[in-house]
Protein backbone atom coordinates (compact mmCIF):
# COMPACT_ATOMS: atom_id res chain seq x y z
CA UNK A 1 0.00 0.00 0.00
CA UNK A 2 1.06 3.77 -0.66
CA UNK A 3 2.61 5.43 2.20
CA UNK A 4 3.52 9.02 2.84
CA UNK A 5 6.84 9.82 5.11
CA UNK A 6 7.44 13.00 6.64
CA UNK A 7 10.47 13.00 7.98
CA UNK A 8 10.47 15.80 11.12
CA UNK A 9 7.70 16.10 13.45
CA UNK A 10 8.61 19.06 15.09
CA UNK A 11 10.49 22.13 13.09
CA UNK A 12 11.49 25.62 15.44
CA UNK A 13 12.69 27.81 13.03
CA UNK A 14 13.86 31.80 13.43
CA UNK A 15 12.00 34.39 11.75
CA UNK A 16 14.47 34.57 8.24
CA UNK A 17 15.82 31.31 8.45
CA UNK A 18 15.43 28.99 5.60
CA UNK A 19 13.22 26.07 5.60
CA UNK A 20 13.24 22.56 3.92
CA UNK A 21 10.09 19.83 4.72
CA UNK A 22 10.54 16.84 3.66
CA UNK A 23 8.38 13.94 2.03
CA UNK A 24 9.09 11.10 0.69
CA UNK A 25 5.94 8.75 -0.50
CA UNK A 26 6.06 4.96 -1.53
CA UNK A 27 3.93 4.31 -4.62
CA UNK A 28 6.45 3.65 -8.21
CA UNK A 29 3.90 4.72 -10.42
CA UNK A 30 2.10 8.05 -11.56
CA UNK A 31 1.41 10.12 -8.64
CA UNK A 32 0.00 13.71 -7.79
CA UNK A 33 1.20 15.35 -4.99
CA UNK A 34 -0.10 17.87 -2.81
CA UNK A 35 1.11 19.63 0.41
CA UNK A 36 -1.64 20.98 2.76
CA UNK A 37 -0.86 23.56 5.22
CA UNK A 38 -3.42 23.94 8.75
CA UNK A 39 -2.58 27.73 10.52
CA UNK A 40 -3.69 27.86 13.78
CA UNK A 41 -7.60 27.76 13.93
CA UNK A 42 -8.20 27.29 10.40
CA UNK A 43 -9.02 24.89 8.17
CA UNK A 44 -6.65 22.53 6.27
CA UNK A 45 -5.98 24.48 3.01
CA UNK A 46 -4.03 24.20 -0.21
CA UNK A 47 -0.44 24.99 -0.37
CA UNK A 48 0.85 23.70 -3.49
CA UNK A 49 0.37 20.90 -6.03
CA UNK A 50 2.59 19.07 -8.61
CA UNK A 51 0.37 16.92 -11.20
CA UNK A 52 2.68 17.07 -14.46
CA UNK A 53 5.21 19.33 -15.82
CA UNK A 54 8.03 21.63 -14.27
CA UNK A 55 8.84 19.35 -10.81
CA UNK A 56 9.48 22.70 -9.76
CA UNK A 57 6.46 24.43 -8.38
CA UNK A 58 5.55 27.48 -6.74
CA UNK A 59 2.46 27.97 -3.89
CA UNK A 60 1.28 30.38 -2.35
CA UNK A 61 3.22 32.83 0.41
CA UNK A 62 6.12 31.75 -1.19
CA UNK A 63 6.21 28.25 -1.13
CA UNK A 64 7.78 25.94 -3.87
CA UNK A 65 8.02 22.39 -4.00
CA UNK A 66 10.20 19.91 -5.82
CA UNK A 67 9.07 16.94 -7.30
CA UNK A 68 12.55 14.43 -7.16
CA UNK A 69 10.72 11.03 -8.67
CA UNK A 70 14.25 8.70 -8.83
CA UNK A 71 13.98 9.96 -4.91
CA UNK A 72 10.51 9.65 -4.10
CA UNK A 73 10.36 13.13 -3.07
CA UNK A 74 8.13 16.07 -2.97
CA UNK A 75 10.23 18.41 -0.74
CA UNK A 76 8.41 21.69 0.64
CA UNK A 77 10.95 24.67 0.92
CA UNK A 78 10.91 28.49 1.22
CA UNK A 79 13.95 30.75 1.76
CA UNK A 80 13.01 33.01 4.49
CA UNK A 81 10.10 31.55 7.03
CA UNK A 82 7.71 34.54 8.80
CA UNK A 83 5.76 34.40 11.86
CA UNK A 84 2.95 33.84 10.30
CA UNK A 85 4.55 30.18 8.68
CA UNK A 86 4.15 28.79 12.04
CA UNK A 87 1.50 26.23 11.45
CA UNK A 88 1.59 22.01 10.76
CA UNK A 89 1.95 21.07 7.34
CA UNK A 90 1.19 17.71 5.28
CA UNK A 91 2.47 16.11 2.62
CA UNK A 92 -0.34 13.59 0.52
CA UNK A 93 0.05 11.80 -2.15
CA UNK A 94 -2.62 10.03 -4.71
CA UNK A 95 -2.46 7.70 -7.78
CA UNK A 96 -2.29 8.94 -10.82
CA UNK A 97 -5.17 7.14 -12.10
CA UNK A 98 -7.44 6.83 -8.58
CA UNK A 99 -10.66 9.00 -7.43
CA UNK A 100 -8.47 11.21 -6.16
CA UNK A 101 -8.23 9.68 -2.55
CA UNK A 102 -5.62 11.41 -0.78
CA UNK A 103 -2.66 9.43 1.28
CA UNK A 104 -1.44 11.66 3.90
CA UNK A 105 1.86 11.90 5.99
CA UNK A 106 2.11 12.65 9.60
CA UNK A 107 2.39 16.53 9.61
CA UNK A 108 5.13 18.46 10.50
CA UNK A 109 4.43 21.23 12.88
CA UNK A 110 6.76 24.78 12.38
CA UNK A 111 7.08 26.74 15.15
CA UNK A 112 8.57 30.24 13.89
CA UNK A 113 10.19 32.08 16.29
CA UNK A 114 9.97 36.24 16.26
CA UNK B 1 -19.09 30.50 -3.35
CA UNK B 2 -18.35 27.28 -1.65
CA UNK B 3 -18.32 26.17 1.80
CA UNK B 4 -18.42 23.55 3.82
CA UNK B 5 -19.63 22.91 7.09
CA UNK B 6 -19.34 20.17 10.12
CA UNK B 7 -20.76 20.11 13.29
CA UNK B 8 -21.09 19.66 15.63
CA UNK B 9 -17.45 21.26 16.47
CA UNK B 10 -16.62 19.28 19.49
CA UNK B 11 -18.07 16.29 21.24
CA UNK B 12 -17.42 14.17 24.37
CA UNK B 13 -19.31 11.10 24.34
CA UNK B 14 -19.69 7.81 26.63
CA UNK B 15 -18.11 4.28 25.34
CA UNK B 16 -21.10 2.09 23.68
CA UNK B 17 -22.97 5.57 22.89
CA UNK B 18 -24.02 5.65 19.15
CA UNK B 19 -22.27 8.88 16.90
CA UNK B 20 -23.84 10.90 14.14
CA UNK B 21 -21.61 13.57 12.55
CA UNK B 22 -22.77 15.68 10.05
CA UNK B 23 -20.89 17.69 7.03
CA UNK B 24 -22.85 19.44 4.11
CA UNK B 25 -21.67 21.57 1.38
CA UNK B 26 -22.75 24.68 -0.34
CA UNK B 27 -21.95 26.12 -3.61
CA UNK B 28 -21.51 23.91 -5.54
CA UNK B 29 -23.52 20.19 -7.17
CA UNK B 30 -22.50 16.18 -7.71
CA UNK B 31 -18.81 16.82 -5.10
CA UNK B 32 -16.83 14.08 -4.11
CA UNK B 33 -17.29 13.98 -0.75
CA UNK B 34 -14.45 12.58 2.10
CA UNK B 35 -14.64 12.25 5.69
CA UNK B 36 -10.75 11.86 7.23
CA UNK B 37 -9.15 11.24 10.91
CA UNK B 38 -6.80 12.23 12.35
CA UNK B 39 -5.77 10.62 15.71
CA UNK B 40 -2.98 11.77 17.81
CA UNK B 41 0.26 11.61 16.83
CA UNK B 42 -0.82 10.34 13.34
CA UNK B 43 -1.80 11.72 10.16
CA UNK B 44 -4.90 12.16 8.53
CA UNK B 45 -6.33 8.82 7.16
CA UNK B 46 -9.49 8.46 4.71
CA UNK B 47 -12.09 6.89 6.35
CA UNK B 48 -14.91 6.70 2.78
CA UNK B 49 -15.53 8.61 0.16
CA UNK B 50 -18.67 9.38 -1.76
CA UNK B 51 -18.97 10.02 -5.29
CA UNK B 52 -22.38 10.23 -5.39
CA UNK B 53 -25.89 10.15 -3.49
CA UNK B 54 -25.77 6.58 -1.57
CA UNK B 55 -22.33 5.19 -3.29
CA UNK B 56 -20.31 5.19 -0.30
CA UNK B 57 -16.63 3.49 -0.46
CA UNK B 58 -14.87 2.11 2.74
CA UNK B 59 -11.17 2.31 2.62
CA UNK B 60 -10.92 0.91 5.98
CA UNK B 61 -12.44 -1.86 7.75
CA UNK B 62 -13.58 -0.37 11.42
CA UNK B 63 -16.60 0.65 13.36
CA UNK B 64 -17.98 3.45 11.64
CA UNK B 65 -20.86 3.89 8.75
CA UNK B 66 -21.19 7.04 6.36
CA UNK B 67 -24.02 7.74 4.42
CA UNK B 68 -25.13 10.46 1.52
CA UNK B 69 -28.65 10.83 1.76
CA UNK B 70 -28.81 14.13 -0.49
CA UNK B 71 -25.95 15.41 -2.75
CA UNK B 72 -24.27 17.62 -0.49
CA UNK B 73 -24.65 15.98 2.88
CA UNK B 74 -22.25 13.04 3.86
CA UNK B 75 -23.32 11.54 7.60
CA UNK B 76 -20.58 9.66 9.30
CA UNK B 77 -21.91 7.18 12.13
CA UNK B 78 -21.67 4.72 14.43
CA UNK B 79 -24.18 2.60 16.83
CA UNK B 80 -21.32 2.07 19.72
CA UNK B 81 -18.15 3.72 20.19
CA UNK B 82 -15.23 2.54 21.61
CA UNK B 83 -12.38 4.28 23.04
CA UNK B 84 -10.29 4.42 19.66
CA UNK B 85 -12.85 5.89 17.79
CA UNK B 86 -11.44 9.44 19.27
CA UNK B 87 -10.08 11.75 17.00
CA UNK B 88 -10.33 14.80 14.88
CA UNK B 89 -13.06 13.97 12.17
CA UNK B 90 -12.45 15.78 9.00
CA UNK B 91 -15.21 15.97 5.81
CA UNK B 92 -14.09 17.39 2.65
CA UNK B 93 -15.22 17.89 -1.24
CA UNK B 94 -14.00 18.15 -4.62
CA UNK B 95 -15.47 18.60 -8.12
CA UNK B 96 -15.02 16.57 -11.21
CA UNK B 97 -13.04 13.32 -11.76
CA UNK B 98 -9.35 14.29 -12.21
CA UNK B 99 -7.60 13.32 -8.97
CA UNK B 100 -5.36 15.69 -8.63
CA UNK B 101 -8.36 18.60 -7.90
CA UNK B 102 -7.80 20.09 -4.75
CA UNK B 103 -9.73 18.99 -1.93
CA UNK B 104 -11.59 21.26 0.64
CA UNK B 105 -11.85 21.16 4.02
CA UNK B 106 -14.19 21.51 6.57
CA UNK B 107 -13.11 22.79 10.21
CA UNK B 108 -13.53 18.98 11.96
CA UNK B 109 -15.04 17.93 14.78
CA UNK B 110 -13.03 17.12 17.75
CA UNK B 111 -14.72 13.73 19.32
CA UNK B 112 -13.43 12.20 22.50
CA UNK B 113 -14.75 8.98 23.68
CA UNK B 114 -14.88 8.31 27.31
Redesign the interface.
Known amino acids: AQS ?1 S ?1 HNHHVILSEAASLELGCNYSYGGTV ?1 L ?1 W ?1 VQYPGQ ?4 LL ?1 Y ?1 SGDPLVKGIKGFEAEFIKSKFSFNLRKPSVQWSDTAEY ?1 C ?1 V ?14 TKLSVKP | SQTIHQWPATLVQPVGSPLSLECTVEGTSNPNLYWYRQAAGRGLQLLFYSVGIGQISSEVPQNLSASRPQDRQFILSSKKLLLSDSGFYLCAWSVGVRPYNEQFFGPGTRLTVL
Do not use: C, P, R, T
Open positions: VQNFYHLQLKFFANEGGSQGNLIFGKG
